[in-house]
DNA sequence: GCTCTGCGAAGAGGA
């Protein structure tokens, strides 16, 4: 027997054949040949009709169907059944009651989720939210609630947003308490004194009946705030402000149920969209429990509460409006008639005839952006008369370069995104049982939860989670790894999510977003490593930012799309303030004379200088001067990389010289050493009460530093530095290194495109070139770029293997001393003596110092190349080798991918290159420059390799470096390892 | 064909 797609409540169907069938007199049918079966075998048919053939369902995609089946096939109509598309396709409440008004601006909203940028009135209703939340829960009296207020307002949570805004918390008080009269209001009408209240009208089913009847309700009990629910069977989720046991009481009896609840602290306007978000969170419900049937929309500002029944016709209008937004998400391209490899991007919902309705629309840049850019080329797609106009007044900023730049990247990040997503995606947490998904160590099933749950700070809850069974199996989650927590039963999906705090042999802690200390305690919890493709989301962000109506973005699309020359001024003395010349005189002295070149440009730029960083050049301690001296000529300095370890082995440095800094960024991802410069940690020390002190803190120091995607942080939302370091920039995608770019007048870019590029998963993505990093785009200005040449780290063998390969004989040593190291061997001498034996003279020409660079062939040896090794471009070979260390208790070596490796060294470096076979099919990795020129330049005295040569020669990087040591005579021992020889190798121990 | 780091969320109102 096969496995099924799925069974249950969350079946799901694959569309094979989709027909229409227009019947005389009646409206039009849809057909469905489905199947739940892997195979595509066992096909059951499904009629839609009565509207639901409206669905935009074609052959290949996934449904899941709810309804009657009977004898193989369903039917789905007015009375009866949903159809939900992609079920696994999780939509909010709130895009969908959004996309009522306008699906266009729904569905760019899922794309650009940062254009809704915050006001005062959003602040204040979360703020609102949270008061009401908390005084209802704890039952709160006039004067306790005041102090509630008070206590929030002026607490820390909301600090942030409130420097981000420029707000004070005394308005934000003085704007709160006017709310609070209502809250009390509401509370004496629908908690205490309920009999006082007017009747409302509510819809309920009795004994399997709808009945409509007036009374009055009672919220009982408060069973849950910000419940977060997940669910499958409707391709829904959302938060529920608040969970209430109600008590329905009408002639002749008392009624109770669970409902939810939905605050708002807005106008009172009844609006379809507010009733929506509602009915969509009964459906949520019953994930969990009864079918509710109704809910409850609440206007803090009056203290009005209006029931809200959802029939399954308002139902059905939502999951059909549903079905048509998930459908724009999945079908954002499609292959062009030119042919397979071929995407091109497909038309968004139309644009709306209400160019008044546009005027308060968050995503309307975006959605004139693509209208213009994209749209407007396709015959298909043609917009409102009344607003061509306007789509073109908003975009005339643009030239046709800028546009152009647009949608090839829009169309390269959604074929990455969808990259991501096939490989990625939530769905495994509910598709897949965890003791499956623990093999792959995505997850940690079986836990149950011990000890209490410690509130850390706001919002923040410490649980810690046990092993129902012992010890926890080997596992990818890692400290500061983010968690989806859910119940191991799939009604308690996504009940919390949050970080990984510690991981032990038996415990797990983490820090979760909401305290599940009220569920039962025999729930049995399942951790899973949450796989969101977060970085794409950041980079449609940019593209967004990046055409803006701005002079900074201007500049930007100039110097990058248009690659307008980059000035320098003339004479640094025009920037050199005359205190700070000896002190920059200081820091010159300890450079070599490239890198003294570099400070120079870097100081003349206008605009941007490249730094390209050779290995072994110092790239550090040239930034880390490069940062000394422009803070020592009175210029802010913003300082970033892509991973938290580049920032902060910059900072480590500089931490050194007393240079002040902030850091941001997650304090568990930050380096131990620097944590207290992180804004957690100053929070912690210092007592931080006002929006006043925060903004001290941020404006403390004139260098910053954070990740590139860590610029999101309200700082640079009020602050602008002088100068923009980025460092690893060829390793970072072009869209993600642009984002620090926006919050300063220049930048310098650090790198070497001959080492690895961003990762790109998406192959079409890759060839339409989507690896091309920023730095890499903007060499081609030449008078933009100084080379750092001279280099600390290889001795001259190791370094000429590079240099022919990659630099063409630019690479220099630093010194006599670099040029001419050796490794230091203090054992060899007495191993040596074990040598003698003519079996073992391999081993002994191998580890002679005097020989930096040798190849040894396994082509006839059949020695496993996993006997030997540190680095590899394969993560598979790495666990092999890491295995087999362990073996030897040899823990101290460091092993790990050449990929990983960029950006370090070692005094001996083993490569081991595995591929062993004659095959046909080349790996992808090894034929990159690249990858071998990174693997090539870690060792500082010792470079062996190991490889079969006969089959490494199909590559062309390694084709070239093969002869090249061939002919150099640099092998000292290039002949075939002998069977066997790996033998030998236990003795290295003593090394 | 096997390389992987970033990041808080859904909803806070407005017409």
Same mark, same amino acid.
């Given at each position: 027997?096969?496995?099924?797609?799925?069974?249950?409540?969350?079946?799901?169907?694959?569309?094979?054949?989709?027909?229409?069938?227009?019947?005389?007199?009646?409206?039009?049918?849809?057909?469905?040949?489905?199947?739940?079966?892997?195979?595509?075998?066992?096909?059951?048919?499904?009629?839609?009709?009565?509207?639901?053939?409206?669905?935009?369902?074609?052959?290949?995609?996934?449904?899941?169907?709810?309804?009657?089946?009977?004898?193989?096939?369903?039917?789905?109509?007015?009375?009866?059944?949903?159809?939900?598309?992609?079920?696994?396709? !999780?939509?909010?409440?709130?895009?969908?009651?959004?996309?009522?008004?306008?699906?266009?601006?729904?569905?760019?909203?899922?794309?650009?989720?940062?254009?809704?940028?915050?006001?005062?009135?959003?602040?204040?209703?979360?703020?609102?939210?949270?008061?009401?939340?908390?005084?209802?829960?704890?039952?709160?009296?006039?004067?306790?609630?005041?102090?509630?207020?008070?206590?929030?307002?002026?607490?820390?949570?909301?600090?942030?947003?409130?420097?981000?805004?420029?707000?004070?918390?005394?308005?934000?008080?003085?704007?709160?308490?006017?709310?609070?009269?209502?809250?009390?209001?509401?509370?004496?009408?629908?908690?205490?004194?309920?009999?006082?209240?007017?009747?409302?009208?509510?819809?309920?089913?009795?004994?399997?009946?709808?009945?409509?009847?007036?009374?009055?309700?009672?919220?009982?009990?408060?069973?849950?705030?910000?419940?977060?629910?997940?669910?499958?069977?409707?391709?829904?989720?959302?938060?529920?402000?608040?969970?209430?046991?109600?008590?329905?009481?009408?002639?002749?009896?008392?009624?109770?149920?669970?409902?939810?609840?939905?605050?708002?602290?807005?106008?009172?306007?009844?609006?379809?969209?507010?009733?929506?978000?509602?009915?969509?969170?009964?459906?949520?419900?019953?994930?969990?429990?009864?079918?509710?049937?109704?809910?409850?929309? !609440?206007? !803090?500002?009056?203290?009005?509460?209006?029931?809200?029944?959802?029939?399954?016709?308002?139902?059905?209008?939502?999951?059909?409006?549903?079905?048509?937004?998930?459908?724009?998400?999945?079908?954002?391209?499609?292959?062009?008639?030119?042919?397979?490899?071929?995407?091109?991007?497909?038309?968004?919902?139309?644009?709306?005839?209400?160019?008044?309705?546009?005027?308060?629309?968050?995503?309307?840049?975006?959605?004139?952006?693509?209208?213009?850019?994209?749209?407007?080329?396709?015959?298909?797609?043609?917009?409102?008369?009344?607003?061509?106009?306007?789509?073109?007044?908003?975009?005339?900023?643009?030239?046709?370069?800028?546009?152009?730049?647009?949608?090839?990247?829009?169309?390269?990040?959604?074929?990455?995104?969808?990259?991501?997503?096939?490989?990625?995606?939530?769905?495994?947490?509910?598709?897949?049982?965890?003791?499956?998904?623990?093999?792959?160590?995505?997850?940690?099933?079986?836990?149950?939860?011990?000890?209490?749950?410690?509130?850390?700070?706001?919002?923040?809850?410490?649980?810690?989670?046990?092993?129902?069974?012992?010890?926890?199996?080997?596992?990818?989650?890692?400290?500061?790894?983010?968690?989806?927590?859910?119940?191991?039963?799939?009604?308690?999906?996504?009940?919390?999510?949050?970080?990984?705090?510690?991981?032990?042999?038996?415990?797990?802690?983490?820090?979760?977003?909401?305290?599940?200390?009220?569920?039962?305690?025999?729930?049995?919890?399942?951790?899973?490593?949450?796989?969101?493709?977060?970085?794409?989301?950041?980079?449609?962000?940019?593209?967004?930012?990046?055409?803006?109506?701005?002079?900074?973005?201007?500049?930007?699309?100039?110097?990058?799309?248009?690659?307008?020359?980059?000035?320098?001024?003339?004479?640094?003395?025009?920037?050199?303030?005359?205190?700070?010349?000896?002190?920059?005189?200081?820091?010159?002295?300890?450079?070599?004379?490239?890198?003294?070149?570099?400070?120079?440009?870097?100081?003349?730029?206008?605009?941007?200088?490249?730094?390209?960083?050779?290995?072994?050049?110092?790239?550090?301690?040239?930034?880390?001067?490069?940062?000394?001296?422009?803070?020592?000529?009175?210029?802010?300095?913003?300082?970033?990389?892509?991973?938290?370890?580049?920032?902060?082995?910059?900072?480590?440095?500089?931490?050194?010289?007393?240079?002040?800094? !902030?850091?941001?960024?997650?304090?568990?991802?930050?380096?131990?050493?620097?944590?207290?410069?992180?804004?957690?940690?100053?929070?912690?020390?210092?007592?931080?009460?006002?929006?006043?002190?925060?903004?001290?803190?941020?404006?403390?120091?004139?260098?910053?530093?954070?990740?590139?995607?860590?610029?999101?942080?309200?700082?640079?939302?009020?602050?602008?530095?002088?100068?923009?370091?980025?460092?690893?920039?060829?390793?970072?995608?072009?869209?993600?290194?642009?984002?620090?770019?926006?919050?300063?007048?220049?930048?310098?870019?650090?790198?070497?495109?001959?080492?690895?590029?961003?990762?790109?998963?998406?192959?079409?993505?890759?060839?339409?070139?989507?690896?091309?990093?920023?730095?890499?785009?903007?060499?081609?200005?030449?008078?933009?770029?100084?080379?750092?040449?001279?280099?600390?780290?290889?001795?001259?063998?190791?370094?000429?293997?590079?240099?022919?390969?990659?630099?063409?004989?630019?690479?220099?040593?630093?010194?006599?001393?670099?040029?001419?190291?050796?490794?230091?061997?203090?054992?060899?001498?007495?191993?040596?003596?074990?040598?003698?034996?003519?079996?073992?003279?391999?081993?002994?020409?191998?580890?002679?110092?005097?020989?930096?660079?040798?190849?040894?062939?396994?082509?006839?040896?059949?020695?496993?190349?996993?006997?030997?090794?540190?680095?590899?471009?394969?993560?598979?070979?790495?666990?092999?080798?890491?295995?087999?260390?362990?073996?030897?208790?040899?823990?101290?070596?460091?092993?790990?991918?050449?990929?990983?490796?960029?950006?370090?060294?070692?005094?001996?470096?083993?490569?081991?290159?595995?591929?062993?076979?004659?095959?046909?099919?080349?790996?992808?990795?090894?034929?990159?420059?690249?990858?071998?020129?990174?693997?090539?330049?870690?060792?500082?005295?010792?470079?062996?390799?190991?490889?079969?040569?006969?089959?490494?020669?199909?590559?062309?990087?390694?084709?070239?470096?093969?002869?090249?040591?061939?002919?150099?005579?640099?092998?000292?021992?290039?002949?075939?390892?002998?069977?066997?020889?790996?033998?030998?190798?236990?003795?290295?121990?003593?090394?």
């Amino acid at each position: 027997s096969e496995d099924p797609l799925m069974n249950g409540l969350n079946n799901r169907y694959c569309v094979l054949e989709v027909s229409i069938l227009q019947r005389n007199g009646s409206d039009a049918e849809k057909h469905l040949t489905v199947t739940a079966s892997q195979s595509l075998q066992d096909t059951e048919l499904c009629i839609l009709r009565n509207g639901w053939e409206s669905v935009p369902v074609v052959p290949g995609d996934i449904i899941h169907l709810e309804g009657e089946c009977s004898s193989g096939t369903w039917i789905i109509d007015e009375q009866s059944g949903y159809l939900i598309l992609y079920p696994d396709l !999780l939509l909010s409440g709130t895009t969908i009651s959004k996309s009522i008004r306008c699906m266009r601006r729904a569905v760019l909203s899922e794309r650009f989720k940062g254009s809704e940028s915050g006001s005062r009135q959003t602040l204040v209703g979360t703020i609102l939210h949270e008061i009401f939340q908390q005084s209802v829960t704890n039952n709160l009296a006039q004067e306790k609630l005041e102090e509630l207020a008070n206590k929030i307002v002026y607490g820390q949570k909301y600090l942030k947003e409130m420097y981000h805004l420029n707000l004070r918390q005394t308005e934000i008080l003085r704007e709160v308490e006017e709310y609070l009269p209502s809250f009390l209001k509401w509370a004496e009408d629908f908690m205490h004194n309920p009999a006082n209240q007017n009747k409302m009208q509510l819809k309920l089913s009795n004994d399997g009946k709808t009945e409509d009847f007036s009374c009055k309700v009672e919220i009982a009990d408060i069973l849950d705030i910000e419940e977060n629910i997940w669910s499958p069977r409707f391709g829904l989720k959302g938060k529920i402000d608040v969970t209430a046991r109600v008590k329905i009481h009408r002639q002749p009896g008392v009624q109770c149920r669970v409902m939810p609840l939905e605050v708002k602290s807005g106008k009172e306007s009844n609006s379809i969209e507010h009733r929506s978000q509602v009915i969509l969170y009964t459906m949520l419900n019953l994930e969990r429990r009864v079918d509710p049937e109704a809910g409850f929309l !609440l206007y !803090l500002k009056t203290g009005t509460m209006y029931p809200v029944s959802g029939g399954r016709m308002d139902r059905r209008e939502l999951m059909k409006l549903r079905n048509h937004v998930a459908f724009y998400l999945m079908h954002s391209t499609h292959e062009s008639a030119m042919g397979r490899q071929n995407s091109q991007l497909a038309a968004l919902p139309p644009v709306v005839d209400d160019s008044q309705a546009c005027k308060y629309c968050s995503q309307v840049h975006n959605c004139f952006l693509y209208g213009r850019a994209v749209e407007q080329k396709m015959d298909s797609v043609s917009f409102p008369p009344a607003m061509v106009p306007i789509i073109e007044r908003e975009t005339q900023h643009l030239k046709p370069s800028h546009l152009e730049y647009f949608s090839l990247w829009y169309l390269m990040l959604t074929l990455e995104l969808q990259s991501g997503e096939g490989k990625k995606g939530y769905k495994n947490i509910w598709m897949m049982p965890s003791l499956e998904r623990e093999k792959a160590g995505d997850c940690v099933g079986n836990m149950i939860r011990v000890e209490e749950v410690q509130e850390i700070s706001e919002g923040e809850y410490l649980h810690i989670f046990q092993r129902g069974n012992g010890t926890i199996p080997g596992t990818n989650l890692l400290v500061g790894d983010r968690v989806v927590v859910s119940g191991e039963e799939n009604d308690l999906l996504g009940l919390a999510t949050g970080y990984v705090n510690e991981v032990s042999v038996t415990k797990i802690s983490c820090l979760l977003d909401r305290n599940l200390s009220k569920l039962p305690k025999n729930v049995i919890f399942r951790l899973d490593h949450e796989e969101g493709n977060f970085g794409i989301g950041v980079t449609f962000e940019n593209l967004s930012k990046l055409m803006k109506d701005s002079p900074v973005s201007e500049r930007l699309r100039n110097l990058i799309i248009d690659f307008h020359k980059p000035r320098f001024i003339q004479h640094l003395s025009s920037v050199l303030p005359p205190e700070a010349k000896e002190t920059v005189a200081n820091i010159l002295k300890g450079l070599n004379k490239p890198q003294k070149q570099a400070m120079k440009k870097v100081l003349l730029s206008k605009d941007y200088t490249l730094i390209v960083g050779m290995p072994g050049t110092g790239k550090t301690t040239t930034i880390c001067a490069l940062v000394r001296i422009l803070s020592a000529c009175g210029f802010s300095v913003l300082l970033t990389s892509f991973t938290h370890t580049a920032v902060d082995n910059i900072l480590l440095k500089l931490a050194k010289f007393k240079v002040g800094f !902030l850091r941001l960024g997650r304090a568990q991802k930050v380096h131990p050493d620097i944590r207290k410069f992180t804004e957690e940690e100053i929070f912690r020390s210092k007592s931080i009460k006002s929006v006043a002190d925060l903004e001290k803190v941020y404006n403390s120091q004139a260098v910053v530093a954070t990740s590139c995607m860590g610029v999101n942080h309200p700082v640079f939302v009020q602050r602008q530095f002088d100068f923009c370091i980025v460092d690893e920039a060829s390793q970072i995608s072009q869209l993600i290194c642009l984002g620090p770019l926006f919050c300063s007048k220049r930048f310098v870019l650090v790198g070497d495109h001959q080492q690895l590029p961003p990762l790109v998963l998406n192959a079409e993505a890759k060839e339409l070139g989507m690896s091309e990093s920023l730095f890499k785009r903007l060499e081609q200005n030449q008078n933009a770029v100084v080379q750092l040449t001279v280099q600390y780290r290889m001795n001259s063998k190791i370094m000429s293997l590079s240099n022919m390969l990659m630099y063409e004989g630019k690479l220099e040593c630093g010194s006599e001393k670099v040029s001419n190291a050796t490794v230091n061997l203090p054992n060899l001498i007495k191993l040596e003596l074990d040598l003698a034996d003519a079996s073992k003279t391999w081993l002994k020409n191998v580890l002679d110092p005097g020989t930096p660079v040798c190849f040894l062939n396994t082509e006839k040896a059949g020695c496993n190349p996993s006997d030997i090794g540190i680095i590899s471009p394969y993560r598979h070979q790495l666990k092999t080798i890491t295995d087999l260390m362990a073996k030897l208790k040899e823990n101290r070596v460091e092993v790990n991918t050449v990929d990983k490796y960029q950006g370090r060294d070692k005094s001996i470096i083993i490569v081991s290159f595995v591929r062993n076979s004659n095959e046909e099919n080349l790996g992808a990795l090894l034929k990159d420059w690249r990858r071998l020129n990174v693997a090539i330049t870690r060792a500082k005295h010792k470079l062996i390799m190991v490889g079969c040569v006969p089959s490494l020669s199909h590559y062309p990087p390694l084709e070239k470096l093969l002869c090249h040591l061939q002919s150099e005579a640099m092998i000292s021992f290039f002949s075939v390892l002998f069977s066997g020889a790996h033998e030998n190798l236990h003795m290295c121990n003593i090394l």
